[in-house]
C-alpha cells in the first residue's frame, strides 16, 4: 500500500510537470487512466517545430513550413517539414543501433555499430537539399490524394556522415548490383510487425556519389527523432523518399528494389505526359529520380505592404536536383516578362543555392512577384502546374508572392 501510493505520487507529479499546472483532485484520477491533456499531444512541443508550421496529418505525422520561414540558407529543425508513412519508432538506444548490409548483390553480409561506422570510415559533411516528391500536390486539379503539401515540404539541412559507397566497398559488391533498397525501424500504420511503411532505394550510380550519406548528425547535433535519429541514409536533390530514416539495413539488389512504395503509382510518374484525370497502367510509370528544377520567395512573406517608390529586396533559394542552377529572374507583370536576379553558386553539389533581385515597382497598386530559376540544362520552371499526374508529384511550379503598393 506505501509503495503504491509513492508511484501514484511519482505519477501526479510528472504528470503535473507535462501539463504545466496541478491536476486538481488529481488524488481521486483513477489508476491507469490517461488525461486528456496527454492524449493529445502537442506536435509542436514533440517535435520542436516553430508554431508557423502547419499540420497536414497526425496520424502519421505530417508536417509542413510556410516560404517564409524557409528564408535560412541553412534550415534549422524547427523549419524543417516532417513526412512520415508509419510511426515514429520509440526508446531508441544508439548504443545498441546497428546498421546491416546483406542482400543478393552483396558479397557477405556485415553488420556495424554507430561506432564501427564512427572509426571505421572517413566523416563527411554536406548541405543537402530534400524535397518531397508530392510538395506541390495541393494544386493539382482533378486533385491527388495523399497530404496536400503546399510549398513547404523541402528542406536544406546540413548532415554529417559516412559515404554509403565506404561501406558497400568495405562488405564487397557483386558486379550485378544495380539498386539498394533500405529498411528502417518505423512502424506499419496497421502495427503489423510483417509490414514495412515504406522500403525505397537508389540506383548505384546515385548511391557511389561522394555526397550519399550514412547520417549521424544533422545541422552538427544528433539527428532529431522525427528526422531519423540515429542513422539515416541522405540522397541529396532527388526526391526524399529515397532518403531513409531510421536506417537499420541496407539491401544491395540485383533487380530494381522492389520494396514497399517502390512499384504501382507510389512515387512515380507517367513516363510520357497524359491528361489530367487518365488512368496510367502501372508499367507506364517510371520512378521519380533527380527532383526537378524550383525556387522559393522567402523573403518577404506574401501579402507584405510597401511604400510607393520603394525598392522591395527579395531573396530565396533554388535547387535544380542533381543540376546546379545558373539563372534566376523574376516578374511582376504575370509572366509577361522577366528580369534577371543574381544567385549563388552552391556550397556543394546538392545544396539549394540563394538568390536575391531588387524589385521595382511602377505605380501603386496589387502585384504579384513570381520567381523562376533555370537549371544548368537550360529547363526553366513552368509559371504554372506542370503535367498532371495520377499522385500529384513533381509540381515545380513558379513561387508567388503577393505585394501592395500603398
Ligand atoms: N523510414 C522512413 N524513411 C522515410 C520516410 C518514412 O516514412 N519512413 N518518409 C520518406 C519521405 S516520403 C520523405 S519526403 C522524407 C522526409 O524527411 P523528413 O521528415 O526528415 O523531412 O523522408 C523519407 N524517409
Ligand atoms: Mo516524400
Known amino acids: 500500500m506505501k509503495r503504491r501510493n509513492f508511484v501514484r505520487k511519482a505519477f501526479l507529479g510528472t504528470m503535473t510537470t507535462v501539463i504545466g499546472t496541478e491536476i486538481v483532485f488529481g488524488n481521486v484520477l483513477p ?9 493529445d499531444p502537442d506536435p509542436y512541443k514533440m517535435f520542436d517545430k516553430d508554431k508557423g508550421m502547419v499540420v497536414l496529418n497526425d496520424k502519421p505525422w505530417n508536417i509542413e513550413a510556410r516560404a517564409h520561414l524557409l528564408d535560412d540558407k541553412i534550415t534549422p529543425n524547427k523549419f524543417m517539414f516532417i513526412r512520415n508513412n508509419g510511426i515514429i519508432p520509440q526508446d531508441i538506444d544508439a548504443g545498441k543501433w546497428t546498421l546491416t548490409v546483406d542482400g543478393e548483390s552483396a558479397k557477405q553480409s556485415k553488420t556495424y555499430t554507430i561506432a564501427d561506422l564512427k572509426t571505421k570510415f572517413s566523416q563527411h559533411t554536406y548541405q543537402l537539399t530534400l524535397e518531397c516528391g508530392g ?7 482533378p486533385p491527388a490524394k495523399g497530404n496536400q503539401w503546399t510549398v513547404g515540404a523541402v528542406s536544406c539541412a546540413t548532415w554529417t556522415g559516412v559515404r554509403l559507397r565506404d561501406i558497400l566497398e568495405d562488405v564487397g559488391i557483386k558486379n550485378d548490383a544495380v539498386y539498394i533498397g533500405y529498411h528502417a525501424a518505423d512502424v506499419h500504420l496497421s502495427r503489423d510487425p510483417k509490414k514495412e511503411p515504406i522500403s525505397r532505394g537508389a540506383p548505384m550510380s546515385k548511391v557511389m ?6 547520417a549521424f548528425k544533422m545541422n552538427g547535433e544528433d539527428i532529431p527523432l522525427a528526422h531519423g535519429y540515429p542513422l539515416r541514409l541522405v540522397a541529396g536533390g532527388w526526391a526524399a523518399s529515397v532518403s531513409g530514416k531510421w536506417v537499420n539495413r541496407i539491401s544491395v539488389r540485383n533487380i530494381v528494389h522492389d520494396g514497399t512504395k517502390m512499384t504501382g503509382t507510389a512515387y512515380r510518374v507517367p513516363c510520357n505526359p497524359v491528361s489530367p484525370g487518365e488512368k496510367v497502367k502501372d508499367e507506364d510509370m517510371c520512378i521519380i529520380e533527380s527532383m526537378p528544377v524550383k525556387s522559393l520567395i522567402t523573403y518577404p512573406k506574401t501579402g507584405a505592404t510597401i511604400k510607393e517608390g520603394q525598392k522591395l529586396n527579395i531573396r530565396g533559394h533554388a535547387w535544380a536536383g542533381e543540376l546546379e542552377v545558373s539563372k534566376m529572374e523574376y516578374s511582376i507583370d504575370f509572366g509577361s516578362s522577366w528580369e534577371q536576379g543574381s544567385v549563388e553558386k552552391p556550397v556543394n553539389r546538392l545544396a539549394w543555392q540563394h538568390f536575391a533581385a ?6 501603386k497598386g496589387y502585384y504579384e512577384v513570381w520567381a523562376r530559376a533555370t537549371g544548368s540544362n537550360g529547363i526553366s520552371q513552368p509559371m504554372l502546374l506542370p503535367g498532371w499526374n495520377p499522385k500529384g508529384y513533381l509540381n515545380n511550379a513558379c513561387h508567388r508572392i503577393a505585394i501592395k503598393v500603398a
Open 358 to 363: 531588387k524589385v521595382d515597382f511602377p505605380k
Open 31 to 39: 489508476e491507469g487512466y490517461k488525461p486528456l491533456a496527454l492524449q
Open 209 to 214: 556519389q561522394d555526397e550519399t550519406l550514412i
Open 135 to 141: 510538395n506541390g500536390r495541393s494544386e493539382f486539379d
